[in-house]
């Protein structure tokens, strides 16, 4: 199964596609995540990509659909990916049909995440995240069990993004609204385009991409 979640910054896309890795043993393939490793590896692509993410701007189409096209062909997608963040414009999303037509493989769901605009500040300027495994919490909305110590790996150690600061989550709304939020006629013409409420709490957003993917 090959599925997008797609929404805003702060959606909830990085939380649910964690949940659905587990779930279902797909594959999270998240563009943001990807740049920020080549950022902190100081690779070519990381150089130039660090100032548009600084920015809350979106990296040249070359890079991230070349960072997509090679990362599918790898034996861990075999079983299906969730594309988290990705694509992010239409070109994007031309580029991506086909890639996976190249693979022989389709795409069959794309999730959109709804959130209310006020929300989205809230979340993103609270969240962080294991340093070791990457699991998400949030200061107030997703708590550890024991605080400090990630349910997921035991890890103590935790770590904030660079553009998680409401001024960069401002410039990247606009941008999602710019550029983004256009890709969704072109799903929707496709009849593959489903709506979940991103505005309840974590649990309930699982269940209700559990019955959709379901359906
Ligand atoms: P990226 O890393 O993709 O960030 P984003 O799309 O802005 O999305 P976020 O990761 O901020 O939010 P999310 O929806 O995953 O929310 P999360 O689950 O963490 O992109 C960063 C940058 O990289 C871009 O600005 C751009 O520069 C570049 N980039 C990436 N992909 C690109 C592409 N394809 N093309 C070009 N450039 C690209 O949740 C947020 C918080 O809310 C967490 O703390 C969580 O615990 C909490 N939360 C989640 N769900 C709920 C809930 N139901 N109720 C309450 N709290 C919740």
Do not use: W
Request: net charge negative; charged share 25%; aromatic share 6%.
């Amino acid at each position: 199964m090959i599925i997008i979640l797609f929404g805003p910054p702060g959606a909830g896309k990085g939380t649910q596609a964690q949940r659905i890795e587990k779930s279902r043993g797909l594959v999270q393939l998240s563009t943001g995540d990807m740049l920020r490793a080549a950022v902190a590896a100081k690779t070519h692509y990381g150089v130039k990509a660090k100032g548009k993410m600084d920015a809350g701007q979106l990296v040249s189409d070359d890079i991230v659909i070349g960072i997509i096209a090679d990362r599918i062909k790898e034996d861990d997608c075999k079983n299906g990916f969730i594309l988290d963040g990705f694509p992010r414009n239409v070109a994007q999303a031309e580029a991506l049909d086909v890639m996976l037509a190249e693979e022989g493989v389709k795409l069959d769901t794309v999730v959109q995440m709804q959130v209310d605009d006020a929300a989205l500040v809230d979340r993103v300027s609270g969240r962080y995240t294991c340093a070791k495994c990457n699991e998400g919490y949030h200061d107030t909305n997703l708590k550890p069990a024991v605080d400090g110590v990630c349910d997921n790996c035991g890890s103590t150690e935790f770590k904030r993004r660079d553009d998680d600061n409401a001024e960069t989550v401002t410039k990247r709304l606009a941008e999602y609204y710019a550029q983004t939020a256009p890709v969704l006629p072109y799903y929707a013409d496709k009849g593959i385009l489903q709506q979940v409420d991103g505005m309840v709490a974590v649990d309930e957003v699982a269940a209700q991409i559990d019955a959709v993917l379901a359906a």
